[in-house]
């Protein structure tokens, strides 16, 4: 699983940052390594970047997934991290051309639509619509397309009492509707900040509130973004 959560982007980013806060030029090192190898297990046909979910291949799972987990929304960070850390390059691309390569991954994979049954799912922020609206929001690019997931998000609440939930679906067991979840990665929590945010920027207030998991990926990628 060499995307964000488990594997090697996420390891990668780790070293990007501690090599660059305390200056330990070693871990960016090893950090720019694991990146271009990343690159070697990537798609990138269609000028975009994704890794598959897991090596090898198992029948039974996507070959590719989108969220933050598994897919492009969370190995974008890593790109970030290491423009952070003064890295310019990976592969002989600019980090920056690699961290658009993952946004364009994302937005032509077919989000929020749920095609088939293992396909989206989940509008969680690990997993699913929550996560990836909240990056887009974060970076500043694609805005109009991330207000749209919230609209999605909105939709797909399910009335529970005096409030809502949003209740996921895992196509492979007997009973693929799971209970609702309160948590910040899988539940109402991680949600309701993903709304909050897309509240804040659609009423015209587009700052980025740093956070332990993104503080180093906030704003335009680079001096000539349009943003």
Not at 65 to 76: A, K, N
Request: net charge negative; glycine share 12%.
């Amino acid at each position: 699983m060499p995307n964000f959560s488990h594997g090697l982007s996420g390891i990668a980013t780790a070293l990007a940052l501690a090599g660059a806060e305390f200056e330990l030029p070693d871990l960016v090192e090893a950090a720019t390594a694991g990146a271009a190898h990343l690159v070697t297990l990537a798609d990138t046909s269609d000028k975009g970047f994704r890794v598959p979910l897991r090596l090898p291949q198992l029948e039974e799972l996507e070959r590719f997934s989108y969220g933050w987990c598994h897919g492009p929304t969370g190995t974008s960070l890593l790109w970030q991290a290491l423009r952070h850390a003064g890295v310019t390059e990976v592969a002989g691309v600019d980090v920056t051309e690699w961290h658009r390569r993952c946004l364009h991954s994302i937005r032509v994979s077919g989000l929020p639509e749920r095609k088939y049954p293992g396909f989206w799912d989940n509008d969680g922020r690990c997993c699913g619509t929550a996560g990836v609206g909240d990056m887009l929001l974060d970076s500043g690019q694609h805005t109009d397309f991330a207000l749209h997931l919230a609209d999605v998000v909105v939709e797909r609440a399910v009335p529970d009492g005096a409030g809502v939930c949003r209740r996921f679906t895992e196509h492979r067991n007997d009973d693929p509707l799971l209970p609702p979840g309160i948590g910040w990665m899988q539940g109402t929590a991680g949600i309701a900040g993903f709304l909050f945010h897309a509240d804040r920027v659609e009423q015209g207030d587009k700052r980025s509130v740093p956070r332990m998991d993104t503080w180093w990926a906030l704003g335009p990628v680079s001096k000539s973004d349009p943003r």
